[in-house]
């Protein structure tokens, strides 16, 4: 059927004899499932529409390998993961050279699970960050009434002009505000810094009323405080948010395998800790982790298992929403 191109992930590193209490042995297969799971991860291993060369597609599945590395159990809090339910949804298949066609793939996959399971919380793998728009186009065609708040972690405004660059990572947001799926001020940027963002790009985040927090800023208040505000403000004011975690707002010292890290970005520890709150939130619906790359990752992949450590804060803080 052509509404569905989730497929299989390489599940083969995950064959153990014995449960061992890891990663692996806590998330599901989606097929195995018996009753609805808490939350889906899914694949969406696109990166040709990066603006600069990234290997990000290769993320979900080093993903997927190094998660074997990790117990089910968060130690500073306390908590038994396997408590919550995940299940694997596998990859989204890509195809070779059309990425039109793989943007329309994520879109439907991003459609069909939340018209599946409703009540469950999406986690997409990504991929670099034009996936984002398209997930949150799938998330609007399955509820067209409900209002979508995003907030986004990100070095980055990713608003450069659909029309000059296509639908590539550096154009997400701008694309979503100009085709109405959402409005500016339901936007939340928490991240920016330094150099990296032209004058031109921040009139057009002004003009569209998109609210930024610079490193500086969210410094003062406090990554966990800012980010329990802001969510509780966008959930006063959207039916339901969206996260979007480009990991590059991390600092380059500790991201080598995120091509567009910079000086100046945020540290392992105050993203660690905003995660956690956002998983606490009830509003969140839908999360996605973009622009990992395995190929630029350094021998010991410190950036990936960074990846596996944010996503598993994710994991904590919906457990604790629980209560
Ligand atoms: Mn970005």
Same mark, same amino acid.
């Given at each position: 059927?052509?509404?569905?191109?989730?497929?299989?992930?390489?599940?083969?590193?995950n064959?153990?004899?014995?449960?061992?209490g890891?990663?692996?042995?806590?998330?599901?297969r989606i097929?195995?499932v018996?009753s609805?799971?808490?939350?889906?991860?899914?694949g969406?291993?696109l990166?040709k529409s990066?603006?600069?060369?990234?290997?990000?597609s290769?993320y979900?599945?080093?993903f997927?390998r190094?998660?074997?590395?990790?117990?089910?159990?968060?130690?500073?809090?306390e908590?038994?993961?396997?408590?919550y339910?995940?299940?694997d949804?596998?990859?989204i298949?890509?195809?070779?050279?059309?990425v039109?066609?793989s943007?329309r793939?994520?879109?439907?996959?991003?459609?069909?699970?939340n018209?599946?399971f409703?009540?469950?919380?999406l986690c997409?793998?990504?991929?670099?960050?034009?996936?984002?728009a398209c997930?949150?186009?799938?998330?609007?065609r399955?509820?067209?009434?409900?209002? +979508? =708040?995003i907030?986004? *972690?990100d070095?980055?405004?990713?608003? $450069?002009d659909?029309? /000059?660059y296509?639908?590539?990572?550096? %154009?997400?947001?701008?694309?979503?505000?100009e085709?109405g799926?959402v409005?500016?001020?339901?936007?939340?940027?928490?991240?920016?810094?330094?150099?990296y963002?032209?004058?031109?790009l921040?009139?057009?985040?002004?003009r569209?009323?998109?609210?930024t927090?610079?490193?500086?800023?969210?410094r003062? +208040? =406090?990554?966990?405080? *800012?980010?329990?505000?802001?969510?509780? $403000?966008?959930?006063? /004011?959207t039916?339901?948010v969206?996260? %979007?975690?480009?990991?590059?707002?991390?600092?380059i010292?500790?991201?080598?395998?995120?091509p567009?890290?910079?000086?100046g970005g945020?540290?392992?520890?105050?993203l660690?800790?905003?995660?956690?709150?956002?998983g606490?939130?009830?509003?969140?619906?839908h999360?996605?982790?973009?622009?990992l790359?395995?190929?630029?990752?350094?021998?010991?992949?410190?950036t990936?298992?960074?990846?596996?450590?944010?996503?598993l804060?994710?994991?904590?803080?919906?457990?604790?929403?629980?209560?």
């Open positions: 059927m052509a509404d569905n191109w989730l497929r299989e992930p390489n599940w083969s590193w064959d153990s004899l014995e449960p061992s890891y990663v692996h042995d806590w998330v599901q097929n195995e018996e609805v799971p808490e939350c889906i991860l899914y969406a291993p990166s990066s603006i600069s060369v990234s290997g990000a290769l979900p599945e080093v997927r190094l998660w074997k590395q990790f117990a089910a159990y968060n130690f500073e809090e908590i038994d993961l396997t408590s339910s995940v299940a949804a596998g990859d298949l890509m195809h070779t050279t059309d039109a066609e943007h793939r994520i879109e439907i996959a991003a459609y069909a699970l018209q599946t409703p009540k469950s919380t997409m793998i990504g991929g670099d960050h034009s996936t984002t997930a949150i186009r799938g998330l609007k399955s509820q067209p009434n409900q209002t +979508i =708040g907030l986004q *972690l070095t980055h405004l990713d608003v $450069r659909p029309a /000059e296509g639908p590539a990572n550096g %154009t997400p947001i701008r694309q979503l505000i085709g799926v409005r500016g001020e339901h936007i939340v940027n928490i991240g920016l810094h330094g150099y963002n032209t004058k031109q921040v009139e057009y985040a002004k569209h009323q998109i609210k927090y610079s490193m500086k800023e969210t003062k +208040i =406090g990554v966990s405080r *800012l980010i329990e505000q802001e969510l509780k $403000r966008l959930s006063s /004011e039916d339901l969206y996260v %979007t975690v480009d990991m590059d707002v991390l600092d010292s500790f991201a080598p395998g995120v567009a890290a910079t000086p945020m540290r392992t520890e105050e660690f800790e905003g995660l956690l709150s956002i606490k939130s009830p509003a969140v619906k999360i996605d982790f973009v622009c790359d395995p190929s630029r990752d350094s021998r010991i992949e410190e990936c298992r960074i990846g596996v450590h944010a996503w804060q994710f994991m904590t803080g919906r457990i604790m929403n629980k209560g």
